[in-house]
C-alpha cells in the first residue's frame, strides 16, 4: 500500500515562495514505472495538474512553468514543490499523488492534502 503525505506551511504571503514536501511509503521513487505529481484544488474551482518528476525527467503545466520547481530526494523518499512569486490565486488544497503516466487522470494514490493560503 503506497502512502503520500504532504507537509509545510498552510500560510504564505503573496510574492513569497511556496514549498510543499511530499514523504512517500511503500513505494520508491527510483521506480521508472511512476510520476510522482503535484496537484491542487482551489476553493470552488476544479482539480489542476501542476507538474510531475519521473526518471525521464520533470514536467509542468504551462501556464506555471515559469513559477514552478519539482525535485526529489530518494536517499529520504521525498519529492517537493515550489512555486515563486506566489499571489492568492494560489490558494488551494495541494495533494501530492503518483500516477501511472502524464494523464491527467491517471493518478492511483494521492495524499490527504493540505491547504495553503495565500495572504498578507
Known amino acids: 500500500q503506497v502512502q503520500l503525505q504532504e507537509s509545510g506551511p498552510g500560510l504564505v504571503k503573496p510574492s513569497q515562495t511556496l514549498s510543499l514536501t511530499c514523504t512517500v511509503s511503500g513505494g520508491s521513487l527510483t521506480s521508472n514505472l511512476y510520476y510522482w505529481t503535484w496537484i491542487r484544488q482551489p476553493p470552488g474551482k476544479e482539480l489542476e495538474w501542476m507538474g510531475a518528476?519521473?526518471?525521464?525527467?520533470?514536467y509542468y503545466r504551462p501556464s506555471l512553468k515559469s513559477r514552478i520547481s519539482i525535485s526529489k530526494d530518494t536517499s529520504k523518499n521525498q519529492f517537493t514543490l515550489q512555486l515563486n512569486s506566489v499571489t492568492p490565486e494560489d490558494t488551494a488544497v495541494y495533494y501530492c499523488?503518483?500516477?501511472?503516466?502524464?494523464?491527467?487522470?491517471?493518478?492511483?494514490?494521492r495524499g490527504k492534502g493540505t491547504l495553503v493560503t495565500v495572504s498578507s
Open positions: 499523488a503518483r500516477y501511472r503516466s502524464l494523464a491527467e487522470t491517471d493518478m492511483d494514490y
Open positions: 518528476i519521473a526518471s525521464s525527467g520533470s
